[in-house]
């Protein structure tokens, strides 16, 4: 169908496929992910965890085993390869699929941590096939950089705090061209 908006309930991240094809990280209020023709609104498709068909229903937080999604699904960020990255921050995991919503592999993240999750944004580096892998930790307050193909954690850095380097409440983060690292906090992070 078209896009419904009583259907999708805060979006928390929309990026684009190679071809063209929106993906949305649909998690604030919804479970999952869905795609849609960028041209007509129309929904391609939708799924939740493990690539099964979703459920909107309220689930307990902390649970990388969850059967669903927990809320907010707050990243769907593709890579070069064909792999989209979904972070399911309350769970603590990020889930991997190919671009149809094939499941393909689960990573736990913090996985006790607690208040709003670990996984909450991803950013690739800016060489030709992405090696490293930035995920910012809101919770923890902190980013976790990744080899990308063994999915390996070389090492994280930052820390909570308001000095240059520490972060209170990390929440979005990008490369640019110079494969600088760029992030926002949120709530009092100003």
């Given at each position: 169908?078209?896009?419904?908006?009583?259907?999708?309930?805060?979006v928390?991240?929309?990026?684009?496929?190679?071809?063209?094809?929106?993906?949305?990280?649909?998690?604030?209020?919804?479970?999952?992910?869905?795609?849609?023709?960028?041209?007509?609104?129309?929904?391609?498709?939708?799924?939740?965890?493990?690539?099964?068909?979703?459920?909107?229903?309220?689930?307990?937080?902390?649970?990388v085993?969850?059967?669903?999604?927990g809320?907010?699904?707050?990243?769907?960020?593709?890579?070069?390869?064909?792999?989209l990255?979904?972070?399911d921050?309350?769970?603590?995991?990020?889930q991997?699929?190919k671009?149809?919503?094939?499941?393909?592999?689960?990573?736990?993240?913090?996985?006790?941590?607690?208040?709003?999750?670990?996984?909450?944004?991803?950013?690739?580096?800016?060489?030709?096939?992405?090696?490293?892998?930035?995920?910012?930790?809101?919770?923890?307050?902190?980013?976790?950089?990744?080899?990308r193909?063994?999915?390996?954690?070389?090492?994280?850095?930052?820390?909570?705090?308001r000095?240059?380097?520490?972060?209170?409440?990390?929440?979005?983060?990008?490369?640019?061209?110079?494969?600088?690292?760029?992030?926002?906090?949120?709530?009092?992070?100003?």
């Amino acid at each position: 169908g078209s896009l419904d908006t009583n259907n999708v309930r805060g979006v928390a991240a929309i990026r684009f496929l190679p071809d063209g094809t929106l993906v949305a990280a649909d998690g604030y209020g919804n479970h999952r992910v869905s795609e849609w023709n960028p041209t007509t609104m129309k929904n391609i498709r939708i799924w939740g965890a493990y690539g099964k068909p979703p459920s909107d229903a309220p689930i307990p937080h902390y649970n990388v085993d969850s059967p669903q999604f927990g809320n907010p699904v707050h990243c769907a960020q593709p890579s070069v390869d064909g792999i989209l990255y979904v972070c399911d921050r309350t769970n603590n995991r990020i889930q991997t699929f190919k671009f149809d919503g094939t499941y393909l592999h689960q990573y736990n993240l913090e996985p006790n941590s607690k208040g709003d999750g670990a996984p909450w944004e991803i950013a690739m580096s800016t060489d030709a096939a992405q090696k490293y892998m930035y995920v910012s930790d809101g919770t923890n307050e902190k980013i976790h950089v990744f080899d990308r193909a063994s999915m390996k954690e070389l090492y994280s850095f930052g820390g909570g705090g308001r000095t240059p380097g520490e972060w209170y409440a990390v929440h979005s983060i990008v490369t640019d061209s110079k494969g600088n690292i760029l992030t926002t906090e949120t709530y009092r992070g100003q």
